[in-house]
C-alpha cells in the first residue's frame, strides 16, 4: 500500500458546467409530441419560466392553483396521448371547462413551437375575444403579452417575430394568411375554436386545412367547440385513408354548476329583458358577479349605461 495518501482516494469526477446547466432547464428531457402530463406539471410547478428562463412572479402560483381546478386540466394525459397520435382531433367541451386557455398550452408544451421556430395559432370568431383571451393566457404563462404569448386582429398585431410562439387570432386573419401562404408553413399546430358558430372564415379555414392535412403530415390541427354535431365534424375532418373518423376529445363538467330557467311569455326586447333580469339579480341576490351575453357592441354598451344608471339610483324598482 502507498504511503501517499492521495493514490487511494477515487478519481474526482468533473460535472461538466454545459451539463449542469442542461440539467437544470425546466424543459429538460421534453421530446416534441411525445410529453407526459407529468412532466408538464413539473414545469409549472417549478420556479423558474420555462419560456422566459426567470423566476416566476408572485401571482403566477395563484392563478395555477385556480388553473388545476378547471376540468380540462384534470384530463391533460388523455389530450396529450391523443394529440401525440394523431393529426386531427375534433373536442367537445362545455363553456367554462377551460378548453379555450388551457389546450392551447398544452399543445405548447407538447409542440415546443419556440424550439423550432414555428407557431401554435388558435382561432376565434370575434375580435374582442382574442385580445381578451391572450391576455389570460400571458398572465397563466407569466409572460408579457405581446412576447411569447400574443394576438392578431384587424388592424392590430400584438405579437413579435421570432419570440411569440403562442398566436390568438381572428379566423379571418388566418385565413388571410393563407391567401399569401397556402401551406401555412409558419404554423405547427392550429386550433380553431369556437366552431359551432360557423362563420363563413371558419367553414372555409375547415375546407383549407382539411385539404392541407393531406399535404402537410407535421401539421396537427384540432377543432374546439361547447356544442357541435361531433360525428358530422369527424366524418368531415377525416383524413385517414381507411375513411376513419377523426378521434373525439369530450371534456365533461363545468367549472360551476348551471341552472337554466326560462320566461314564461316571450319577450319583444331581448336587451331589455336581459337589462331588467341582470337588475333583478343584483337587488335579489347576494354579492357576486353577473355575465350578460348581448350579441353586439351596441347592445352591451347601451345595456351597461342603462344598468349604471338605474343601478345607482336608490329609489329605482325592478319588480
Known amino acids: ?17 454545459s451539463e449542469s446547466t442542461v440539467n437544470k432547464e425546466p424543459l429538460f428531457g421534453f421530446l416534441q409530441r411525445s410529453v407526459t402530463a407529468r412532466q408538464i406539471t413539473k414545469a409549472m410547478d417549478g420556479d423558474i419560466n420555462p419560456f422566459t428562463k426567470q423566476p416566476h412572479s408572485p401571482q403566477y402560483k395563484k392563478i395555477l392553483e385556480t388553473r388545476k381546478k378547471l376540468p380540462v386540466f384534470a384530463q391533460m394525459e ?26 392551447p398550452q398544452f399543445v405548447c408544451y407538447s409542440d415546443l413551437p419556440h424550439a423550432k421556430g414555428k407557431l401554435v395559432a388558435c382561432t376565434q370568431p370575434h375580435r374582442v375575444t382574442a385580445m381578451s383571451v ?29 419570440t411569440t410562439f403562442l398566436k390568438y387570432m381572428t379566423d379571418g386573419m388566418l385565413l388571410r394568411e393563407a391567401v399569401n401562404d397556402p401551406d401555412l408553413s409558419r404554423y405547427s399546430t392550429i386550433i380553431l375554436d369556437e366552431a359551432h358558430e360557423r362563420t363563413l372564415a371558419t367553414d372555409i379555414l375547415m375546407g383549407l ?24 365534424f369527424q366524418k368531415y375532418l377525416s383524413v385517414s385513408k381507411d375513411g376513419e373518423l377523426a378521434p373525439l376529445f369530450k371534456v365533461p363538467g363545468r367549472t360551476h354548476p348551471v341552472e337554466v330557467f326560462y320566461m ?26 353577473i355575465l350578460l351575453f348581448l350579441t353586439g357592441e351596441e347592445e352591451i354598451e347601451d345595456s351597461c349605461r342603462k344598468i349604471k344608471l338605474e343601478a345607482d339610483d336608490p329609489t329605482t324598482t325592478y319588480f
Do not use: C, W
Open 209 to 232: 386545412l382539411k385539404a392541407l392535412a393531406k399535404q402537410r403530415f407535421d401539421l396537427k390541427i384540432v377543432v374546439m367547440s361547447a356544442t357541435l354535431d361531433a360525428l358530422k
Open 78 to 103: 388523455e389530450f396529450l396521448k391523443m394529440f401525440s397520435n394523431n393529426q386531427v382531433i375534433v373536442m367537445v367541451g362545455e363553456t367554462g371547462s377551460g378548453k379555450t386557455t388551457q389546450i
Open 264 to 289: 314564461q311569455e316571450p319577450e319583444p326586447d331581448y336587451v331589455e329583458a336581459a337589462t331588467r333580469t341582470v337588475l333583478m339579480i343584483h337587488r335579489a341576490e347576494d354579492p357576486g358577479d
Open 134 to 162: 391572450a391576455k389570460r393566457v400571458a398572465d397563466e404563462m407569466d409572460v408579457q403579452l405581446g412576447k411569447q404569448v400574443g394576438y392578431s386582429i384587424q388592424f392590430e398585431d400584438m405579437t413579435e417575430p421570432g
Open 1 to 17: 500500500m502507498s504511503d501517499n495518501p492521495y493514490t487511494n482516494r477515487p478519481p474526482l469526477k468533473l460535472r461538466n458546467s
